[in-house]
């Protein structure tokens, strides 16, 4: 029935719903470049979400594990053989993305006959020079985007442009400031989430949607303090100062406890 | 295949065809002759080897680098065809990467050295026909035993383990004998030897392999000149600077040249 033309936009448009509801209650993921790397964080309850993937690439999921992993392995597997075949400097995250995941994720999510992959991406580019750090975000339907700076995953673009706007505001020349500012932000997008959630199920109710709080730090805090029962904070980092070629490392938690701000560290053990 | 971590399957899925062919070039002069060493001091295991690459009585290179560093707790020094042992050594390197990166956990040490054993075993035609031969020593730290292991191979791809010293190349008939001498009757065993010491040892080792081999590069203080000299800890693989083996060299292996 999907031959006609617009039965097929139908579906599309259908497919399109249903993964958007299938973000509404994942973490969001948070990507910060500064002078000294680049920091990812996230929120997990187990399965961790953020991977290595090449000497100066990292990778940030939101979505289905199994569909992330499945990704990460394609990842993986092109890097590597591209590093061996040519030279590790000529692994891009540009060249992964558009050639290598981006038209996976289109071509799964166009087919409607097939599932879709459930699964929104964030690469993390490590450059020789600062000016030369990317990011790239590749969205359920394979469209991507290139950014500098910071980038973030969330449930909607609407989400996602809240955080953006919060990081805009925040200087970050330390690691310890780069975890602050991501847990922060992480905060904005999380709380932003919830909210949508209550709003919808408010509206169906016929009730007035909640007010939006505002996004000083106390009150970002204290949003984290309820949500940690029973998740981890995770953090990663593309350090440009160690001497190897392999620049990705997860900060281990008692180095990320004493990053935390206030008392966040202690619930993440 | 590719989801069990395994690289070397990825390259083969890929259409790589790994090693050369047994019958070309089975009469020319190919690049090779070293002296490598390796043995257990007091802090874990010092690898170093000569710089010299040879074709023939033909002096190639004088600053090749036979010590490679294939990851953050595992070095390969490398004796023979230096184009095959490079190769190697880079399958190695992102082998040991992928699997880390797929798994999410460190390739273990006895992992690693099937890998190399199975990289040998690949070559066995091209190394019958002379056109590959490598005959490497592996050394690594092995997380799981809390110790730095040495272990050598031959080209057919056998693994022996050397329990406190090994030796390949050339040059290598001439200082095992010296090591056996010194760990056996000198002022005390190698692997209680302190770093600095050890140091010196592999200095006058390789230095004694160049006497008598002309395929081993010496030290050559004018050009500035010295061998690779790594050490294994439990911190990982860390590289002795030339300023450093220039000062070890001046006061304690010139004496007697």
């Known amino acids: 029935m999907y031959e006609e033309p617009y039965r097929w936009i139908e579906a599309i448009g259908n497919r399109r719903q249903y993964l958007d509801g299938q973000f509404r209650q994942g973490s969001p993921v948070i990507g910060i470049g500064w002078d000294a790397g680049i920091l990812l964080m996230t929120t997990s309850k187990g399965t961790p979400k953020l991977y290595e993937i090449y000497d100066r690439l990292a990778l940030g999921g939101m979505g289905h594990p199994a569909d992330l992993e499945k990704l990460r392995f394609h990842l993986l597997e092109m890097a590597h053989v591209e590093g061996f075949n040519r030279s590790p400097s ?176 202690h619930p993440t053990t | 295949m590719g989801m069990q971590g395994d690289f070397y399957q990825v390259l083969k899925e890929q259409g790589y065809v790994l090693g050369v062919s047994g019958e070309a070039g089975a009469h020319q002069h190919l690049t090779t002759a070293t002296t490598i060493l390796a043995f257990k001091y007091l802090d874990g295991v010092l690898v170093a080897g000569d710089r010299r690459a040879t074709a023939g009585n033909l002096v190639m290179y004088d600053r090749t680098d036979k010590v490679l560093e294939i990851d953050r707790h595992s070095v390969m020094a490398i004796a023979g065809v230096p184009a095959t042992a490079y190769e190697m050594a880079r399958i190695l390197e992102h082998s040991f990467k992928y699997y880390r990166r797929t798994q999410l956990q460190e390739l273990s040490f006895e992992g690693k050295l099937r890998a190399l054993s199975k990289l040998l075993k690949e070559n066995i035609p091209a190394a019958l026909a002379g056109t590959g031969a490598v005959v490497p020593i592996f050394a690594g730290y092995d997380s799981e035993h809390d110790a ?105 292996v010139c004496r007697g040249l």
Request: hydrophobic share 40%.
């Open chain 2, 148 to 252: 730095a292991k040495i272990y050598f191979y031959d080209i057919l791809g056998a693994e022996f383990e050397g329990v406190e010293y090994a030796v390949s190349g050339s040059g290598s008939p001439t200082i095992r004998g010296i090591l056996h001498y010194v760990n056996t009757w000198g002022e005390q065993p190698l692997s209680e030897m302190p770093e600095e010491q050890a140091t010196v040892q592999a200095l006058r080792l390789l230095t004694s392999a160049a006497e008598f081999d002309s395929a081993t590069g010496g030290v050559n203080r004018d050009a500035n000149l010295y061998p690779v000299v790594k050490f294994i800890t439990t911190a990982g693989v860390r590289t002795i600077p030339d300023s450093q083996l220039r000062s070890l060299f001046e006061l304690n």
């Open chain 1, 90 to 265: 000529d692994v891009t995250g540009g060249r992964i993305v558009k050639y290598g995941i981006a038209p996976v994720i289109k071509q799964a999510f166009e087919e409607v006959f097939k599932a879709p992959f459930i699964v929104k991406i964030l690469l993390a580019e490590l450059g020789q020079k600062v000016e030369k750090d990317r990011f790239l975000t590749v969205n359920f339907d394979g469209t991507f985007e290139e950014k500098s700076q910071y980038a973030v995953l969330a449930a909607s673009p609407a989400i996602e442009q809240e955080m953006a706007a919060y990081l805009r505001q925040q200087s970050v020349v330390s690691l310890e400031q780069a975890v602050n500012v991501a847990v922060c932000s992480w905060a904005v997008g999380d709380r932003a989430q919830r909210q949508t959630l209550e709003e919808s199920r408010d509206q169906l109710k016929g009730q007035d949607a909640p007010a939006r709080l505002a996004s000083d730090s106390d009150l970002l805090y204290e949003h984290i303090r309820q949500c940690m029962h029973g998740m981890t904070i995770e953090c990663a980092l593309l350090d440009r100062h160690v001497p190897v070629s392999s620049k990705y490392r997860a900060l281990a938690p008692d180095e990320l406890e004493r990053l935390l701000p206030n008392d966040l560290g």
